[in-house]
């Protein structure tokens, strides 16, 4: 028995073969013609869109290229409180607030086995929210940034950084009349 009856190379892969059943008493025999198709274990996957420093609080998605023989896909993340939701191809990461750095993780696999695991290590931007109060006497005012302000007033500014809205200040204002 050759061996490469059981673990026939790639190059077989769609080739069509017939079988032909002859003997001495009578004219030869054909069966039907069959396509031997053959699986590999799949290949490591590459990603193929990702955000290294995505914002806390906000979903991401993480996509890979298919994988050639691959049935599916298994992803996983290292850190607890970072909720992954992934189908085939694509995973969406979303990062709460205490989420420092983790590791997103995929492999392919089939009936042969599973391939290599690929990983990205993910360090999410902190997402903050600062609040500060000022208050007046009757009939004054507050003097902040260089704009007096003589009413009730909130101020809300956004700072951002390459990656989005990371950052909101709000400030209340609160005037004694």
């Known amino acids: 028995v050759s061996q490469s009856r059981y ?3 790639l190059s077989l892969n769609n080739t069509r073969f017939v079988c032909r059943i002859s003997n001495t008493c009578g004219s030869p025999i054909f069966t039907d013609t069959v396509t031997l198709f053959i699986k590999t274990i ?7 869109s990702f955000n290294l420093n995505p ?6 998605d993480y996509t890979i290229t298919p994988v050639t ?6 992803w996983s993340v290292s850190l607890s409180g970072t909720t992954l939701s992934a189908s085939d191809t694509t995973a969406t990461l979303n990062f709460n607030t205490s989420t ?3 590791t997103l993780s995929v492999s392919a696999f089939n009936i042969c086995g599973s391939s290599s695991i690929t990983s990205l290590t993910i360090n999410p931007n902190p997402s ?3 609040v500060q109060s000022f ?3 009757a009939n004054d ?5 260089g704009t007096y302000y003589y009413a009730d007033t909130t101020i809300t500014n956004n700072f951002t950084t390459t990656n989005g809205r990371d950052s909101t200040l709000t400030t209340h204002i609160v005037t004694g009349n």
């Open 69 to 74: 023989f691959a049935d599916n896909y298994l």
């Open 7 to 9: 673990n026939p190379p």
């Open 141 to 145: 005012s507050i003097l902040l940034d």
């Open 128 to 130: 903050y929210q600062f």
């Open 55 to 60: 914002c806390q609080g906000q979903p991401n």
């Open 42 to 48: 799949p290949s490591a996957p590459v990603f193929s």
């Open 100 to 102: 420092i750095s983790t």
């Open 135 to 137: 208050s007046s006497c």
